[in-house]
């Protein structure tokens, strides 16, 4: 049984709003601007999945785990562009 629902409005911005809002975003420092595309861009995708992100902190700790038990599988960089030049080289 639903008890109340709440009203939601959608407002909508006119061109000049939305370039006086752009002109002001331009105005704010580099990491201000850097916090609000990530926030922007965030909530495009909607929210956050907890679970995802428990299985990735799992799945960083069992790799990190492995490469401090195993040093031996790390490469060197110039080891891993080398692998991937050949690679494309297709050799």
């Known amino acids: ?49 907890p679970d995802v992100a428990d299985a990735w902190d799992v799945e960083i700790c069992k790799r990190i785990n492995e490469i401090e038990a195993n040093p031996g599988l790390t490469l060197e960089p110039e080891q891993v562009l080398a692998q991937a030049r050949q690679r494309i080289r297709g050799k």
């Open 1 to 49: 049984m639903i008890v109340s629902i709440t009203a939601v409005e959608v407002v909508r911005m006119t061109t000049a709003q939305l370039e006086s809002v752009r002109s002001e975003a331009l105005g704010l420092t580099e990491a201000e601007r850097a916090r609000l595309a990530s926030d922007l861009v965030a909530s495009l995708d909607g929210p956050a999945d």
